[in-house]
């Protein structure tokens, strides 16, 4: 039986843990349903955690900050955090949900966007984008209008409430493409429909409109708006927190090449121009198979293993997994500066 085989026949499963009780409507509330997000935990790991082993006031930490369900939970608890994430679409979604706005004011902004997309008729002026990859991804009808409210909401001046914008625009592209509704892996359907842009996206809107509101409401009523969330576009092996200043880290990790989540996010990385050149993106990310690595140092028995088992069938992908551990193994070091 191998280290961790043993380890887990000692431990008695806690089946709380489960939050099987829990609908979808308790995880995605307040700005959690936001976006939709692969593999993503649920907020009631967060919180569970955070009350469990901090106070009020302590530092928390996601060096993984993904849609930043971490640094919401913290911040609903009272507990300044900081989330960090490699790729700009998870920082832009996490900004949007733990920025809580005025609702009065959002409303408002609202009202006008609105009053400007209704205005959209096929003779509207649309200067659209020119690039293969969002040809590849979109047609013509869905395009243009997707450009139309991608402008309009480039003209809003006000960071939070454009952020806000973006948030829903990045989560209905999916939607307006012809990528196959079910896949996680970028694959094209020909039969599919594609949501019409500018209804799709009001809905959207309206849906996150809601959970502002309540986000907004909980934290004036607990004295928490002014708790700092700060999420920053890094590598999670330069974590901007101090020397043991950190109470708890509470992350989930990108999985073993299984993911390549810039392929997953390429469709609000192209519109919002995060990136011209998506193998370039794909670099920026921490385990993808597109690092080309020879020092690496594993630091673990287990990992070692893996290696070894690896390299008998396949040298490239124990070259990957490689990598990953190794990679792995900073952001740990990492961790272990950050914590008290």
């Known amino acids: ?61 996601d060096p993984f900050g993904g849609c930043g369900t971490t640094l919401v939970e913290s911040k609903v608890m009272g507990r300044p955090s900081i989330g960090v994430d490699i790729n700009p679409v998870a920082v832009l979604i996490t900004k949007a949900k733990t920025t809580p706005i005025d ?75 012809i990528w196959l509704q079910k896949s996680n892996k970028p694959t094209r359907d020909f039969e599919k429909k594609p949501s019409e842009p500018i209804k799709t996206f009001l809905k959207q809107i309206k849906m996150m409109l809601r959970g502002n509101a309540r986000l907004f409401e909980l934290l004036s009523e607990k004295g928490y708006s002014k708790v700092p969330s700060k999420v920053i576009c890094t590598d999670a092996r330069k974590i901007p927190a101090k020397d043991n200043s950190v109470s708890l880290i509470i992350t989930s990790p990108p999985y073993v090449t299984s993911y390549e989540y810039a392929d997953l996010h390429q469709l609000t990385a192209l519109w919002l121009e995060y990136t011209k050149n998506l193998s370039n993106f794909r670099k920026r990310f921490i385990g993808t198979s597109y690092h080309n690595k020879k020092d690496l140092t594993l630091n673990s028995a287990i990992a070692e293993n893996i290696r070894k088992g690896l390299l008998k069938k396949d040298k490239k992908t124990a070259e990957e997994v490689s990598t990953y551990f190794s990679e792995m193994n900073q952001v740990f070091v990492e961790m272990k500066r950050n914590l008290v």
């Open 1 to 61: 039986m191998s280290q961790v085989a043993t380890l887990f026949s000692k431990t008695k499963i806690d089946y709380s843990w489960s939050f099987s009780d829990k609908t979808r409507k308790d995880t995605a509330y307040i700005t959690h349903g936001y976006h939709r997000y692969p593999a993503k935990f649920i907020p009631q790991i967060v919180s569970r955690l955070a009350e469990k082993y901090t106070k009020e006031g302590d530092l928390i930490v």
């Open 103 to 177: 609702p009065k004011k959002i409303e408002k902004a609202f009202t006008t966007l609105k009053e400007k997309l209704d205005t959209y008729s096929g003779d509207t002026k649309i200067k659209a984008p020119e690039h293969e990859r969002i040809d590849y991804w979109f047609k013509p009808e869905e395009k243009r209008k997707l450009a139309f409210i991608f402008a309009e909401i480039s003209r809003i001046k006000d960071q939070d409430v454009q952020d806000f914008f973006f948030c829903g625009f990045s989560n209905i592209l999916k939607n307006c493409s």
